[in-house]
């Protein structure tokens, strides 16, 4: 049975009213006028908030104990870096200087609400447009390094996710046995993949670039939450906009590198990372959604995983990765 402690700590925004986030507002300085709209998002609670003064904003509260509190800054430090280059990103409005901001346990951020709507990578040039401002952000991220941001690594994204799965109890016994054998079996594609691949270069990254997290105004795509941004090699931020056969896909790569190339460079070797960080996102997702059951937001969005066909489902895809990965396909 879970404890109230636990119970609070698994579910931590239990406490987050209406009331409660226009009370922190209120609590800013601001003068939110009634209008309050939960937007799509699971790991925090992120809402649109009419004010009187300074019209629509964005509200996001962190989950509590996800970050340290000098992550968060980092995120909101790289985001306001960005914007200063004048790139179009969501960055935190300061507050009395601070970008963190706290109400009633709390950690919280304000960003401005922006015009734009849902990015369609089928519209003529959108892919190229994406290759030229991730190339402008990369160009960027390279400059310096992320001190206390986390770094892609297979232990954190395939070990822990393999262990974290096996741990939660979901899956029957018959069907625990076979994801360790498939998931290590992937697990050792991962690494050779990323031995085969060679030595790459790390930078700054967005490190949650898929096309939920991009937005579309009159001059092109707007990048939104930055909450997983990290230290990782370039390709990560550009291979979920790929999709398709592979003809397809080396047609999108070469519309979104054509871009690319005019403000940064990468190298072809990184090709070779593309489907070892796909298994590793393949992992990592339903870890995540495993781990944080316990929020009722998750059951409703995902309502399958409790089913024993989700499981079946997912080793099988494991699997199927795994051939992948015994055989790959370069796009170059």
Request: hydrophobic share 45%; charged share 25%; with cysteine.
């Amino acid at each position: 049975m879970i404890t109230n402690a636990n119970e609070r700590s698994l579910t931590p925004f239990s406490a987050l009213s209406p009331d409660a986030v226009l009370d922190a507002l209120q609590a800013l300085g601001l003068e939110p006028d009634g209008r309050l709209f939960a937007l799509n998002s699971y790991e925090n609670r992120v809402y649109q908030v009419g004010t009187s003064d300074r019209g629509l904003l964005v509200v996001k509260f962190y989950r509590p104990a996800r970050w340290s509190d000098a992550q968060i800054e980092e995120e909101h430090e790289f985001a306001l870096e960005l914007a200063a280059a004048e790139l179009a990103v969501a960055a935190p409005l300061r507050f009395d200087g601070r970008t963190l901001l706290r109400h009633e346990g709390y950690r919280l951020a304000v960003f401005p609400r922006l015009a734009a709507r849902s990015a369609e990578l089928d519209a003529q040039g959108a892919l190229e447009l994406i290759g030229r401002t991730l190339g402008r952000i990369h160009a960027r991220g390279a400059l310096s390094d992320f001190q206390h941001r986390p770094r892609l690594t297979i232990e954190r994204f395939g070990h822990a996710a393999h262990e974290t799965v096996l741990n939660t109890g979901f899956m029957a016994d018959y069907l625990a046995e076979r994801y360790a054998v498939v998931s290590e079996r992937l697990l050792e594609r991962i690494e050779q993949g990323f031995e085969w691949a060679g030595p790459y270069g790390s930078i700054r990254l967005h490190g949650d670039c898929h096309l939920g997290n991009i937005l579309w105004d009159e001059h092109g795509p707007v990048f939104v939450d930055l909450d997983d941004c990290m230290t990782g090699p370039r390709v990560q931020d550009m291979w979920m906009f790929l999709s398709g056969s592979l003809d397809e896909r080396r047609a999108q790569w070469q519309q979104l590198v054509s871009g690319y190339r005019r403000f940064a460079s990468i190298d072809d070797a990184e090709l070779g990372l593309i489907e070892p960080l796909r298994a590793l996102r393949m992992l990592h997702h339903a870890a995540w959604i495993a781990s944080r059951w316990a929020d009722p937001a998750f059951p409703r969005a995902f309502p399958s995983v409790a089913t024993p066909r989700f499981w079946e489902e997912h080793v099988n895809d494991l699997a199927s990765q795994c051939d992948v990965l015994d055989s790959p396909s370069a796009l170059a």
